[in-house]
């Protein structure tokens, strides 16, 4: 069965899309820790990100900095911190989270919460800085 960001990919389940090209997708998190949290995954569905090969890894890193980019265009920050876990969705994905202090990027810490018309806003804000 085709893991939940594959079926976004495929169109099956909505999301708030940032960014796509031929290899690779970016969309809001629904489970944001800050405005702007973006996922960035390859379409090919690989688990593990070290199981990319070389080109697309690379691929997949330029990509993510040319959202990490239009996120701190659009939503000033310190910087734009990356994650990479993996363990909730058997999906490669790169976390983008824009940052004011170091605490921002705690998985822990408590969830927002948006509209679906903040979420649309928020996607388009970044969409505008690309």
């Not at 405005?35 to 960035?40: A, I, N, R």
């Not at 900095?65 to 000033?76: G, L, S, T, V, Y």
């Amino acid at each position: 069965m085709a893991s939940i960001f594959s079926r976004i990919v495929a169109g099956e389940i909505p999301c708030y899309k940032v960014a796509e090209d031929d290899k690779y997708f970016a969309f809001l998190d629904i489970n944001p820790m800050v405005k702007g949290h973006t996922l960035v995954i390859p379409k090919r569905e690989v688990d593990y990100i070290f199981d990319l090969d070389d080109d697309e890894l690379a691929g997949l890193h330029l990509f993510a900095k040319r959202i990490a980019k239009a996120q701190k265009a659009a939503f000033p920050c310190q910087r734009i911190g990356m994650a990479v876990l993996g363990m909730e969705v058997p999906h490669t994905h790169i976390h983008l989270i824009p940052l004011q202090r170091e605490s921002d990027m705690l998985f822990s810490n408590p969830k927002l919460s948006f509209t679906p018309e903040e979420f649309a806003e928020i996607a388009a804000k970044i969409r505008e800085q690309l």
